[in-house]
């Protein structure tokens, strides 16, 4: 429960830190929505913060993921986004087992068994899995739900390419983060 | 009757001062309670999944080669700077005594800096065998 409660306070703060910092550059240009999802921040704590988390990720990860666009769009915010979210969400679980079930991780196939993602290779196929299933799924979702929208391949392709950019600039970002972390513990090391 | 003479009369008894033997009291419980909940904190699943983040960050960062100085490496370029700032100059001799590392470390140390262009060695005038060492200002 412990367990619980951490994770899913981590996952929710980052993710919507994350929502908000991508609706913040977003949205303060004239292009409203249409360039943000040419890189889609959002992308890259939802991938790993499951492959690390796991599934009791999942919760926290839904609520970010609606609670971010609705405090973005207030009344205007359409039901059907929230099932476009659970989408979203199984398309990175789907892309996992689909890692797992392929056995370039592990000789067993086991929906039990998690993968070692500290060989971020195994990561970055989970990117551009998702990626793939997440600009599909999501855009079919909407496509149904509001036939006013325009659903062609450009924009699929889009999405598709949004949530890779938008997932690596996540990873680059932490890497920026990691090397100011370590680096301020090698500045101790030689203080003392 | 006991073959004994100092035999106590039955089993149940005992002597007067007492017997010499002491059985040591049961360890305190609350002690391990406590080391047991301190152990878990420490590694619980949560911590292990950050550690297995970061773990992941300094894979990427090390097959990019990104990171291109180990903590050595660095130490050593370190003394060089500190020994150039308070000496003026600064020899191989110098960075040895001051860092502590062996002579081969330093060595191959000193040498990747000169082929990253960090680092110049500038023979002495005076003493052709004595070589120095300068920072290269970009």
Known sequence: MKYFIQVTLTTYIAALLVYALWSYITFSGPNQGWVGSLVYLPHGPRVILYCFFGIRSLPALFLAETTGPALVYGDQYPDYWAIANISSLLSVVLAVEIIKWSRVTTFNYSIMKKINFSNYKFLILVIILSALFNSIFTNLIVGLFNSDMQINVIVVFRFFIGDIAGAFIFLIYLMIMFQLLSKRRLYKVFKD | ?138
């Not at chain 2, 039955?10 to 007067?16: D, E, F, R």
């Not at chain 2, 130490?75 to 040895?96: D, L, Q, S």
Request: proline content about 3%; some cysteine.
């Open chain 2, 1 to 138: 009757m006991a073959e004994w003479s100092i035999a106590l009369p039955w089993k149940g008894s005992n002597w007067v001062t007492g017997s010499g033997v002491r059985i040591p009291v049961s360890p305190p419980v609350f002690y391990h309670y406590k080391l047991s909940v301190k152990i878990t904190l420490m590694t619980s699943k949560y911590i292990q999944q950050l550690s297995n983040i970061l773990k992941m960050l300094e894979n990427i960062d090390h097959d990019l080669n990104l990171v291109g100085y180990n903590e050595t490496e660095k130490k050593i370029f370190y003394t060089i700077a500190n020994n150039i700032h308070t000496n003026k100059k600064c020899n191989i001799t110098n960075v040895i005594e001051s860092s502590g590392f062996s002579r081969s470390t330093v060595y191959k140390a000193i040498k990747q800096f000169e082929k990253q262009g960090l680092v110049t060695l500038i023979q002495s005038k005076d003493d052709k065998r004595e070589v120095y060492l300068d920072l290269v200002i970009a």
